[in-house]
């Protein structure tokens, strides 16, 4: 079968063969091919040893012991690996050591699954040793050779597996998923940097409970979050789910088609981790059927996690503000101001996808007509004012802290910070006082001379 092989991909090929090496394209990227999808990037497999790859090419750097060569090739860049056998994993994580080979079915034999496990050359069209392509036609994630094997080399394949199966609507070979149940205690031993990167890509599924939801049923779950695990033992009074665990992955798929296009991949992300997680301090908070502030206890559990999975503090500082914030309630009786106190005190860059998220939340609780209405008749009075009102924080009065101390005469200290707290106050009450003279002739009224010698 012929691929369709870029054709500066298809140079490192040929220019490897020139120079009487072997040289296949292997794994992820023939697997991508054969679905007719683009692959992301292209790696190359060859019986050449690293000083050889870069006597053909000179434009390359010969990045670690594993015999990779990153090739520049026109505007991509190419990997280049030498084929390996790999020695024993102590740590389950990487090899302790490699050997290189001379054989493509050996270097194919060390690969995780099946349909990563396929190599495609000219002359002799897809190799497949290991029925790949037939698991890929049956949609199935199955482990190469002794599956028990694979997850003690490397325990991140465990994760992989359900990912692949997740994002690629396969489902996991039974005595694969029976092995992932047997090893998965050794996901203890993943740093949160390789944890972090597949449960994003499990997160940004197009059904991301899918996911989650394999995770849980393989034991891998309790291991790297035991604190949402709990949640499928805490009954919950829900239309659309039993226990909090469902509920919350019901929230997952409705944030999933939640934001509108043109979102950024980021505000995504966060939306998705927020409604993953915005129930997680429910366990700890049950009583009779009640959660009571359990927004609290999950901004704290929420950091936790994603700080142990090392996501970045910018990052878990706003799903954690989403978590807590996202029981908010709405009374028609609330006043211009009280709207707009309620931005501010959520945050304005906050308000669209906190909005989304109680949406979400909304749907993953099957929550009656008189609810949604609610919410968008807030979400309407928020956006009018927005339009509406100049100042939702005091960096947006129109004086600051050198002009209030230039107008009174006064030097800097808190009774400048009194004063603008008491400026942003008025002016939440009432937009229309956010000038510089009105609220300098406020300042004037509102300061607090110090008091003079007690003439006594």
Known sequence: MELHIPSDVATVVERLRHAEHEAYVVGGCVRDALRGIEPADWDVATDAR????????????????????????????????????????????????VAFTRSLEEDLARRDFTINAMAWSPERGVVDPFGGRRDLEERVVRAVGDAD???REDALRMLRAVRFAAVLGFTIEPATAEAIRRNAELARSLSGERIQQEMVKIVRGPVPSVGLRML?????????????????????????????????????????AEMPPGTSAEDDLVLRLAALF??????????????????????????????????????????????????????????????????????LEQIPTLFALRKADNVGSGARAPRMYAL???????QEEIQRANAFSKRDLAVDGNDVMTALGIAAGPEVGRILDELFERVLDDPDLNTRERLLELARDVHRPPAGPDPG
């Open 216 to 256: 849980s049923n393989l034991g891998l779950l309790a291991v790297i979050a035991p604190e949402l695990e709990r949640c499928r033992e805490t009954p919950q009074e829900k239309v659309a789910a039993q226990d909090v665990f469902e509920h919350s992955l019901a929230t997952l798929d409705a944030a999933a």
């Open 376 to 382: 968008n008749e807030l979400w309407l009075r928020v």
């Open 50 to 97: 690293p000083e050889e790859i870069q006597k053909v090419f000179r434009r390359s750097l010969y990045t670690n012991r594993f015999g990779t060569v990153v090739v520049r090739m026109g505007e991509r860049e190419i990997e280049v690996t030498t084929y390996r056998i790999e020695a024993e994993y102590s740590d389950h994580r990487r090899p302790d050591a």
């Open 149 to 151: 094997e694979r997850f």
């Open 278 to 347: 915005h129930d997680v301090g429910k366990p700890d908070t049950f009583d009779d059927g009640h959660f009571h502030q359990h927004e609290f206890v999950g901004e704290a559990k929420v950091r936790q996690i994603l700080r142990r999975w090392r996501f970045d503090k910018a990052m878990v500082d706003e799903i954690a503000r989403l978590v807590r914030d996202h029981m908010f309630w709405y009374q028609p009786d609330w006043t211009s101001s009280a709207v707009r106190r309620f931005i501010r005190k959520v945050g």
